[in-house]
């Protein structure tokens, strides 16, 4: 049983993601506003807003949130081509923690992307303190702080093209094998610009390789994200699109060993995967739980839908959440739109549908901010952000 929630968010445009921390008891937002809110769910389980935050002269795309080994520490993105680098300072004195409102430091703003910067995500921790970021011109940056202790440091450590018009992305979350990176693409039209693409870092090069292409993909992609990875010999990660996708990514052997070369790099055998059939509608947002076994998907009726694998290695669906509110509708896309506004038509649609993790799941319309939530609160292990 689902109990729905509003609160009022005070943001003054579009809301276009909403990301919780690693315990689910915090949420930040971000909107076309310019600001990003941290919001905290306190005892009496009420979500109140602890910091606005205003570093970026555009509408903000995305937030994240770093693992709290690091910190407490935010990163966002936006349309004036810029990532910030946002950390909490907490109010001490005597060297004990004191009780107020937290205080919030942009400790960096990098300005490398000479493009909207569409999406940002944080590293597993296994591989330290990097961010990646994707802009509409396709480029994909990586970050890495040098010193976990003095955020206002970073360093590029690899940028490379990816020849589409990269809109979100999403680290592989396995400490055995080597790191990959999806990418979507939110204006596919041919081979060589596929909606989904893959890269790998390789070994012994030290750089991002494109190791595979997704074409049986339909629409514009609109999120991607890896499942955790609990010791499986595969990686598993879903795409929304026009429809919501599932695929299994593989290395194989077989071809090395007939073509007798050991050392050629393994390639991967991609299988998607069966059922999903509940889910034709165009999908906005997707995320797992912690454990990589529930998948959750926001369609474009606002409706939360939750999905399992079951024995048979099929997917279906398991429950859903209906909205409450009346989704406004957008004027039809202009085919002569650049790009960078191709990508803010995007965000804003993913600020209608939007779908959270852990103790909430979320869904807004403009200023208020929806929540759909289990009554009593359930614990970090329901639906998290990997």
């Known amino acids: 049983m689902f109990a729905s929630k509003s609160i009022d968010s005070q943001h003054s445009d579009l809301i276009h993601d909403v990301q919780y921390d690693f315990y689910g008891r915090r949420m930040a937002t971000c909107s076309s506003d310019q600001y990003i809110k941290v919001w905290e769910l306190k005892d009496d389980q009420e979500w109140h807003c602890t910091a606005r935050l205003q570093g970026h002269v555009g509408s903000v795309w ?26 909490e300072i907490n109010n001490s004195q005597n060297g004990q923690v004191m009780p107020g409102p937290s205080n919030w430091v942009r400790r960096s703003q990098l300005v490398d992307p000479r493009t909207s910067v569409t999406d940002i995500k944080f590293a597993p921790r296994h591989l330290g303190m990097q961010l990646a970021s994707c802009s509409i011109d396709g480029m994909v940056r990586l970050y890495e702080a040098q010193d976990v202790m003095d955020l206002s440091q970073w360093t590029l450590q690899y940028d490379f093209a990816t020849n589409i018009t990269a809109s979100c992305l999403s680290w592989s979350t396995s400490p055995a094998d080597r790191p990959l990176l999806v990418v979507g693409n939110c204006k596919p039209n041919s081979a060589n610009s596929p909606p989904v693409l893959i890269f790998e870092l390789g070994d012994g090069q030290r750089i991002w390789e494109r190791v595979e292409a ?14 955790p990875n609990m010791g499986q010999s595969s990686h598993t990660f879903a795409v929304a699109a026009d429809r919501l996708y599932v695929f299994y990514i593989k290395e194989r052997h077989d071809d090395i060993s007939q073509a007798g070369s050991p050392d050629r790099e393994p390639k991967y055998k991609i299988e998607m995967a069966s059922g999903l059939d509940g889910a034709p509608d165009k999908i906005w947002r997707v995320c797992w739980n912690v454990t990589g076994t529930t998948l959750a998907s926001s369609g474009e009726d606002g409706t939360i839908k939750f999905w399992i694998r079951n024995y048979a290695l099929y997917w279906q669906q398991v429950g859903h959440i209906q909205p409450d509110l009346m989704m406004p509708s957008l004027p039809p896309a202009n085919e002569d739109m650049n790009p960078e506004m191709m990508g803010s038509r995007n965000s804003s649609t993913n600020a209608i549908n939007c779908i959270g993790s852990s103790n909430t799941n979320l869904r807004n319309v403009s200023n208020p901010v929806q929540f759909h939530r289990k009554a009593p609160l359930p614990n970090r292990n329901e639906f998290v952000w990997p």
Not at 215 to 227: C, E, L, Q, Y
């Open 62 to 87: 995305r937030v994240a949130w770093a693992h709290p080994e690091f910190g407490q520490v935010i990163a966002s993105c936006g349309f004036d081509r810029t990532i910030a680098i946002w950390e």
């Open 214 to 227: 997704i074409t049986n993909i339909d629409g514009p992609v609109h999120d991607v994200a890896f499942a």
